[in-house]
Nanobody, 119 residues
Framework: QVQLVESGGGLVQAGGSLRLSCAAS????????MGWYRQAPGKQRELVAR???????NYADSVKGRFTISRDNAKNSVYLQMNSLKPEDTAVYYC?????????????WGQGTQVTVSS
């Protein structure tokens, strides 16, 4: 089992910055993908950014150039630096770890942290 604890959300003005952190504990495998998703009211959860254990990254088009994902494998942690925030970035942000168990990839989720960007 994997437990994820997020921190760093809050209220910020448009143009500001926030840094989200997520610490994973439990049965963390060396091969995994760590990522951030978000869900705004009335919308589906969407991928924001993800990073593999080999540090390959990909981002949603809407955050490219503004957000940066990173990870610390020694700490089993993933981070999301969010700059130039916009009101449309307002959402609950969820940390995710995806790792293989045999032929199946399992997803683990954090409890979510609220990010609110005021205009």
């Amino acid at each position: 089992q994997v437990q994820l604890v997020e921190s760093g959300g809050g209220l910020v003005q448009a143009g500001g910055s926030l840094r989200l952190s997520c610490a994973a504990s439990g049965s963390i495998f060396s091969t995994n993908v760590m990522g951030w998703y978000r869900q705004a009211p009335g919308k589906q959860r969407e991928l924001v950014a993800r990073i593999t254990s080999g540090s390959s990254t990909n981002y949603a088009d809407s955050v490219k150039g503004r957000f940066t994902i990173s990870r610390d494998n020694a700490k089993n942690s993933v981070y999301l630096q969010m700059n130039s925030l916009k009101p449309e970035d307002t959402a609950v942000y969820y940390c995710n770890v995806r790792q293989p168990l045999g032929a199946v990839w399992l997803d683990y989720w954090g409890q979510g942290t609220q990010v609110t960007v005021s205009s």
